[in-house]
């Protein structure tokens, strides 16, 4: 009987074994924070509860050896809903330093007013700034607003999609660039939550200039999140920026994948 326990036990785990490998060879993390759009949809509420929302975090990091890294980092999402009103903050901050070397640097606000109208129907209004040494860019500032429309939400599914107004000013690391733009901002939000130990939401943007069309920016994030037993559960990112007309030196396309297991006892 303690034979067959132990055969069962080592037959068990190889198979776990096999699986994790089969996982990490098909998703290899690649990135970081690349972000040329930021996804907003994602840290939205739709709740009605006239409480605030939200989640407060601070990062700091020290290591020092033969050379000293410091990481130093803060997040803030923050959400209140009022009768028809709802006020939505957000900020983000990154940076990470190499004895005398800045690795990363990078940074954004977010500030969003939105207004119910109908069941199905709300107009939201925001500002934005942002800063990301890693491609390049400056400082990017937005001012946008438009309708959002609710096409379907149901106790397994929702999707969102909003066509919206965006004015931006935009410098980059490049001596004495800078760009002003009338852009089209156009999301699509879809979030699967139906089954238990399955969840997943897919968010696309494209944000052409209203002039030249062949100036534009493309944006789609996966998430995904599997229970694999009671304990144990495997996460999924996967987000692509696409620009079309990058700063100098930065690619078209940025990728960011990120997988995670994750154990709770």
């Known amino acids: ?17 096999r699986l994790i490998l089969f996982i990490c060879l098909i998703f290899t993390y690649v990135g970081a924070q690349c972000q040329q759009v930021i996804n907003i949809e994602s840290k939205q509420y739709d709740n009605k509860d006239t409480v605030w929302h939200g989640n407060i975090e601070f990062l700091f990091n020290l290591l020092q050896n033969q ?9 803030f999402n923050i959400s209140r809903t009022h009768d028809i ?8 901050f990154n940076f990470i ?27 939201e209004a925001f500002a934005q700034t942002q800063f990301n040494q890693q491609i390049g860019l400056k400082f990017r500032g937005l001012l946008g607003a438009g309708p959002r429309m609710r096409l379907m939400y149901s106790d397994s599914m929702k999707v969102f999609v ?21 852009r089209l901002s156009l999301y699509v ?12 939401d897919i968010v696309a943007y494209y944000q052409p200039d209203l002039v030249e069309f062949s100036n534009y920016r493309l944006m789609s994030e996966i998430k995904a ?12 990112s996967l987000s692509q920026n696409y620009n079309s007309v990058p700063p100098p030196g930065i690619p078209n396309n940025l990728l960011n994948i ?3 297991f994750v154990y709770n006892f």
């Open 67 to 75: 050379n000293q890294v410091i990481s130093i980092g803060n997040k």
């Open 189 to 200: 939000s879809f979030l699967y939550f139906k089954e238990k130990n399955f969840n997943f």
């Open 258 to 260: 990120k997988n995670s």
């Open 1 to 17: 009987m303690f034979e067959r326990f132990l055969f069962s036990t080592l037959l068990f785990l190889r198979t776990l074994k």
């Open 225 to 236: 999140q599997w229970l694999i037993t009671r304990k144990l559960g495997f996460r999924f």
């Open 85 to 92: 009103h709802t006020y939505l903050f957000l900020n983000e």
């Open 162 to 182: 909003g066509p919206m107004w965006m004015y931006e000013y935009e410098e980059t690391t490049e001596a004495a660039a800078r760009n002003v733009h009338n």
């Open 97 to 123: 330093r190499a004895n005398t070397q800045n690795l990363d640097y990078n940074t954004y606000q977010h500030a969003r007013y939105k207004r119910t109208i109908s069941t199905w129907l709300s107009g």
